[in-house]
């Protein structure tokens, strides 16, 4: 089975949910998932722009994840309150906004100085939804005026409704890994902290020289040689195995 972006664009609900069953069973990441999102969405509408933006919860802000037109350095970093601009309004009110001109006039509408799609005539917001939540927004934007029709406006939220679930779902699944190897790297941190623990130990004993200056020993030779504290401490370990191991021969 290819890939969403394989496929014919989309001319009908069929050719729509065809395209979104490829996205739902396919291993995309998330941001591969939202640019197929962003993909899709412009093929549905022909837009001039799209942008999606995902709820961060734990700070209540609507995020910008993905765009049509490149925004590397915005991505990420624009954000706004729930209930904030036209984009919080539509988290807030779990609600569709059609504007087909002047979208900046109206008195929801918040400027963002990145933002060329803020100079736009037309505006379509669509809350992404999951389980009933609203989990983001999908925003379309035409340079100049545009009457969004009720088909336009129906096919977009479809859209949201059928892929927040896929985002939600590969949300989590990032958010396993990074908690798996958040999990991963405290194991190790510990490991190396017996470790050292333990070279430490040989070198008070072997040197007659308290904790402390056996740590300092022991770092200061990690800097001399520009090597990991771990694999100086792994060294001594291994030296002191072999050391009483000849001993138990003789």
């Known amino acids: 089975m290819g890939t969403a972006s394989q496929l014919e664009p989309p001319t009908s609900l069929v050719g729509i949910l065809h395209r979104i069953s490829n996205i739902v069973s396919s291993e995309l990441s998330l941001d591969e998932m ?3 999102i962003v993909g899709l969405t412009v093929q549905v509408t022909v837009c001039d722009a799209c942008l999606v933006y995902l709820i961060e919860r734990e700070l209540n802000e609507v995020v910008l994840r993905a765009s049509q037109v490149p925004h590397q350095g915005d991505l990420g ?13 539509v988290v807030e ?13 109206d008195r929801r ?5 990145g933002l060329i799609e803020d100079t736009y005539q037309a505006f379509l917001s669509v809350p992404l939804v999951s389980g009933g939540d609203v989990i983001g927004v999908i925003n379309v934007h035409h340079r100049e005026p545009h009457h969004h029709t009720p088909d336009e406006i129906s096919l977009l939220t479809f859209i949201g409704e059928q892929m927040g679930g896929a985002i939600t779902k590969s949300f989590l699944a990032e958010e396993n890994a990074r908690l798996h190897e958040e999990t991963a790297e405290m194991r190790r941190q510990l490991e190396t902290r017996k470790i050292v623990e333990r070279a430490k130990g040989i070198l008070q004993h072997r040197h007659n020289v308290t904790e402390e200056e056996a740590y300092l020993r022991l770092r200061n030779e990690s800097r001399r040689l520009r090597r990991p504290m771990r ?5 001594i370990i291994l030296s002191e195995d072999l050391s009483r191991k000849s001993e138990r021969l003789q």
Request: glycine share 10%.
């Open 77 to 89: 970093n624009i954000r706004l309150k729930v209930g904030e601009g036209i984009t919080g309004w």
């Open 34 to 36: 939202l640019g197929e």
């Open 231 to 235: 694999e100086l401490a792994e060294a």
């Open 93 to 105: 009110h779990h609600s569709v906004v059609a504007l087909p001109e002047n979208a900046s006039l």
């Open 109 to 113: 509408f918040k400027r963002f100085q």
